[in-house]
């Protein structure tokens, strides 16, 4: 009512006038959560100017909503936006803040939601090192303003709504961002702790995300998804691409989750159900009883790779404990080859004629063939080049 009485009579009032706080009647009403208000002081043709940030801000959903829609009913394209043509003498944000930017750091799903609805972005800042014109002018015109644009520009990249809703692929965009962030607090050492807070934000996220695996399987095709590859299928042999990933970006707090850890203990002692369970006693029984029968277990595997036998071959666990007792095995033939052992244990226990063939191989050390022994190292050392062969046929260098 008042304002239709005095609609006419600018010189006592004034729909734009603002308090000692620079607060115009819109932004009182956004402060104030007074919809009603703000839908009528809209109505009237009051001046917006930057009542969209201030509405983000307040994490006002309604007058955000509201003010988005006055915004594009009255905006023509090719001109600035309201919050743009703001006076920056007197302006509450800077003219690098967009209202994305804003929600960013506010982290409001529901605002950034509504923005990236009507096609806000946010694009990636320059390199810290980029010689382009803008980098240069914006540089040299003011450098703090320039690397505080560039630190409110990745604190809401980093924002872990906007992530979630902007990004197809919400790991790879924090493990990315994060080893970005990484890099700048090296370069930037001024703003160091800033980037590193927003690195420990973006890995927290990223780590969050293994909590909302309820199941194995949700986690085992999380960790497996690989966007460049076939679809993994449960009950495939597992790749971890992602795993791999987060070695990659040296994500330490992702790789050490304990439903990471959980799963990688049950790939490693899959085959041997309850060894861990067992005492110490038991467990090295164990390991000692498949050490003893690697050389049946190799043989099986070469001859029929995908029987029983040949399969719990390929279990990582029992694959470490038969490499780890071959190369043992490995290593004791080329001490028993070095120190001529069969040689001095025929001598102990040999007959006369024993004695002396081996008296006559001494003799003719030179042109005699090779032992029990050499031609066990010679075996391995033939077998050792052929797996390396074998291993860059199929990985490659």
């Known amino acids: 009512r008042i304002i239709q009485e005095y609609r006419d009579n600018t010189q006592e009032f004034d729909i734009n006038c603002v308090d000692p706080l620079n607060r115009s009647a819109l932004i009182s009403a956004i402060e104030n959560e007074n919809i009603d208000l703000i839908k009528l002081l809209l109505q009237e043709n009051i ?80 390199d810290v090192r980029c010689g382009c014109d803008d ?56 703003f160091k702790i800033d980037y590193l807070e927003m690195k420990n934000q973006v890995q927290t996220f990223a780590t969050s995300l293994l909590d909302h695996a309820r199941t194995s399987e949700e986690l085992e095709i999380m960790l497996n998804y690989d966007p460049q590859g076939e679809t993994w299928v449960t009950g495939e042999r597992q790749t971890l691409e992602r795993l791999k990933l987060a070695i990659k970006y040296k994500q330490k707090a992702f790789i050490a989750h304990p439903n990471v850890q959980q799963l990688l203990a049950s790939i490693w002692y899959e085959g041997l159900p309850g060894f861990r369970r067992k005492k110490m006693i038991g467990q090295g029984f164990q390991v000692a009883k498949i050490g003893m029968m690697f050389p049946v277990y190799c043989t099986i595997y070469m001859l029929a790779p995908t029987s029983p036998m040949g399969l719990f071959m390929k279990k990582p666990f029992v694959k470490f404990i038969c490499h780890s007792t071959s190369y043992a095995f490995f290593l004791m033939l080329l001490g028993i080859a070095s120190q001529r052992l069969e040689i001095l244990f025929l001598e102990l226990v040999g007959t006369d004629w024993v004695q002396d063939m081996v008296q006559e191989w001494k003799r003719k050390e030179r042109g005699t063939l090779f032992g029990i022994a050499e031609c066990g190292v010679i075996i391995y050392v033939i077998s050792l080049i052929w797996a390396e062969i074998k291993s860059l046929w199929s990985d490659g260098l």
Request: glycine share 2%; charged share 25%; with cysteine.
């Open 135 to 190: 980098c240069v002018v914006s540089s040299k015109t003011d450098s703090l303003r320039h690397s505080q644009a560039r630190i409110n520009a990745y604190r809401a990249l980093s924002s872990s709504s906007l992530i979630s809703l902007s990004s197809n692929d919400p790991l790879l965009t924090a493990f990315e961002l994060s080893w970005d962030l990484r890099r700048l607090s090296k370069m930037e050492s001024e």
């Open 47 to 126: 001046q917006v100017k930057d009542g969209l940030l201030h509405a983000i801000k307040e994490e006002y959903v309604e007058a955000v909503e509201v003010l988005l829609n006055w915004e594009e009913d009255h905006h023509k394209p090719g001109e600035q936006y309201t919050w743009e043509k703001v006076d920056r003498a007197s302006a509450t944000f800077t003219a690098d803040i967009t209202p994305l930017i804003l929600a960013a750091h506010k982290n409001n799903y529901e605002i950034i939601k509504l923005l990236l609805d009507r096609g806000a972005t946010l694009p990636m800042p320059h």
